[in-house]
T-cell receptor, first 112, second 118 residues
């Protein structure tokens, strides 16, 4: 069965410092994995997607994620946080051709 | 502009009063889906539709109905709302034709509908 665990409900970093949002998944086959972002009072937007073409995936706004099969992880990183990165981030794994499983979300807080 | 629209954006209602939340997309997507978002639980799927007249239950379908009579529209119906259906609801759509499996493609989301049931 597929599942996804976001290891931190909140992450707080200072502006200009690196960001790490952790995601572990469980899957009985090779899944596709996604990160979506939700800015305050806004809808959800795709940040990046892994579909087995390359293990290091680059997304929008300087974010990237690395698929590590041996560790069943898909952590999201950014070298330098910006105030506009403050949002909630969701790690998502495919469950079937028509369904996704969403993590509980990680709120990213950026300190000035 | 390619988009998913939902109406209403905000709704306060009372227990038992039937309501419909509309969802419409202009991208000719085959796949549409409804989610509810609750704090600490992420998004949970209510119902999805693979194409016109084809729908299936998601993870939390109890208390909800859907229909897909046209490709662009996918309304969510609460026949007898209860307070535990107070939530933020999102409609989403994606491609799902030929080899394009819906869940492997980018989901495009509406702006959300905040529902309060008193």
């Amino acid at each position: 069965a597929q599942s996804v665990t976001q290891l931190d409900s909140h992450v707080s970093v200072s502006e200009g410092t690196p960001v790490l949002l952790r995601c572990n998944y469980s899957s009985s086959y090779s899944p596709s994995l996604f990160w979506y972002v939700q800015h305050p009072n806004k809808g959800l937007q795709l940040l990046l997607k892994y579909t087995s073409a390359a293990t290091l995936v680059k997304g929008i706004n300087g974010f990237e994620a690395e698929f590590k099969k041996s560790e069943t992880s898909f952590h999201l990183t950014k070298p330098s946080a910006h105030m506009s990165d403050a949002a909630e981030y969701f790690c998502v794994v495919t469950h079937s051709n028509y369904q996704l499983i969403w993590g509980a979300g990680t709120k990213l807080i950026i300190k000035p | 502009e390619a988009q998913v629209t939902q109406n209403p954006r905000y709704l306060i209602t009372v227990t038992g009063k039937k309501l419909t939340v509309t969802c419409s997309q202009n991208m000719n997507h085959e796949y549409m889906s409804w989610y509810r978002q609750d704090p600490g639980l992420g998004l949970r799927q209510i119902y999805y539709s693979m194409n016109v007249e084809v729908t299936d239950k998601g993870d939390v379908p109890e208390g909800y109905k859907v229909s897909r009579k046209e490709k662009r529209n996918f309304p969510l119906i609460l026949e007898s709302p209860s307070p535990n259906q107070t939530s933020l609801y999102f409609c989403a759509s994606s491609l799902a034709s030929g080899r394009a499996r819906a869940s492997y493609n980018e989901q495009f989301f509406g702006p959300g509908t905040r529902l309060t049931v008193l």
